[in-house]
């Protein structure tokens, strides 16, 4: 079992990035269970951290199946699965009425996780997305094709764990993926964790309000308008 707990696997998971230390970075964690992971990677890297909120858009008849997911932003992005919006016979109605639903979602977690705070502006920045781990991948591709469009130079991927076609499968979306455990015969995310708990959305704030505070006491970090 590699990973004591998250906290430790982003330790281990910033030493792996130290190649982007110094650089303009920023580190971006997909909540909840990503945040932890990513707030030991934005303090190893001396760098801001902030929130990338994606919502999986389901088919309504099969809520698990993703006919497309919507992300963060003062201008919220929307990546459509065209096939399965036609194998399914999702009207652009139902779509619509999806996507506001999980929308609505994503404003009520910047909101209670972010405040007033605005997101980080990304544009010529590396941008590192952060997670506890990756399963399908399905999530963290629409989050890289909806940051795309906020201009960032380049694109990381850095999660402690995921299967090895997974990784190899972003590594066509994203300009660098890194990875500390690929198992060939994956099992779920939490497996790879003695301490895997679910998390609060208190944590959260408390973690992102830790982060702030930190990168308040040097230069403030600039913001999405």
Not at 34 to 49: D, F, H, K, T, W
Not at 60 to 72: Q, R
Not at 117 to 145: M, Q
Request: proline content about 7%; aromatic content about 4%.
């Amino acid at each position: 079992m590699p990973f004591a707990d998250r906290s430790e696997a982003g330790k281990r998971l910033g030493k792996a990035l130290d190649r982007y230390r110094g650089d303009n970075v920023v580190v971006l964690a997909l909540p909840r269970g990503g945040v932890p992971v990513a707030a030991e990677v934005a303090s190893y890297l001396e760098a801001p951290l902030d929130l990338l909120l994606v919502r999986k858009i389901g088919v309504p008849t099969h809520p698990e199946l993703a006919m497309g997911a919507i992300i963060d932003g003062d201008d919220p992005i929307v990546v459509r699965n065209a096939d399965v919006i036609r194998l399914a016979w999702v009207s652009a109605a139902e779509f619509d009425k999806s996507c506001e639903r999980e929308l609505a979602e994503i404003e009520r977690r910047r909101r209670l996780y972010a405040g007033n705070r605005h997101p980080l502006d990304v544009k010529s920045r590396i941008a590192i997305i952060v997670d506890d781990g990756i399963a399908t991948g399905a999530t963290v591709r629409a989050a890289i094709r909806g940051l795309r469009r906020r201009k960032p130079c380049s694109i990381v991927v850095a999660v402690p764990v995921a299967p090895p076609e997974t990784i190899e499968a972003l590594r066509k979306e994203a300009d660098d993926v890194v990875c500390l455990e690929e198992p060939e015969f994956f099992q779920a995310i939490g497996l790879y964790y003695r301490d895997f708990h679910q998390l609060r959305d208190q944590d959260v704030i408390a973690l992102m309000d830790a982060a702030q505070a930190r990168v308040s006491a040097g230069t403030p970090p600039a913001v999405d308008k």
